[in-house]
């Protein structure tokens, strides 16, 4: 089995779950300038529509960082043993071979630092409007008494 095929296929997934996460960020900040501010039913039917795509972000922003440490393992058993069949030992090559290699750990922090910092600031939005609704649905129970 031809571990460079591996090693493309974990950097694809990296950008397949980019666009994804930034296509979900792109629809969350939609939906944040059409929040309405009108019924009930409305509000609560908001929030749950906004509520469902965050998952994805959550689970790429877990997931990235070893899908990243996955690459960077591959990378690595595949430079060692180009380096073992060339018989080179020099320090030079050895530390090139890692360095490459250590490029997907690093996108895939990147990956997952994105993805959670948007996490956050969706769900500390949700969690507003959540604290709104609640506060709605007070001063409507009150002014029906």
């Not at 039917?45 to 795509?53: A, I, K, L, S, V």
């Amino acid at each position: 089995m031809n571990l460079e095929y591996l090693h493309t296929g974990v950097f694809v997934l990296m950008f397949i779950t980019f666009l994804v996460s930034n296509y979900i960020i792109a629809l969350k900040f939609i939906q944040l300038r059409k929040r309405p501010n009108s019924t009930l039913e409305e509000i609560f039917n908001w929030t749950r529509e906004f509520r469902d795509g965050l998952w994805w972000l959550d689970f790429s922003a877990t997931t990235s960082p070893l899908v990243g440490l996955l690459g960077t393992t591959i990378a690595l058993i595949q430079a060692f043993q180009s380096l073992s069949a060339k018989g080179i030992s020099g320090a030079t090559e050895i530390t090139a071979a890692i360095g490459f290699a250590l490029v997907a750990t690093a996108l895939g922090i990147l990956l997952s630092l994105w993805n959670y910092l948007f996490f956050k600031y969706f769900q500390n939005k949700l969690s507003n409007y959540k604290e709104y609704l609640r506060h709605k649905i007070m001063k409507e129970a009150l002014s029906e008494e």
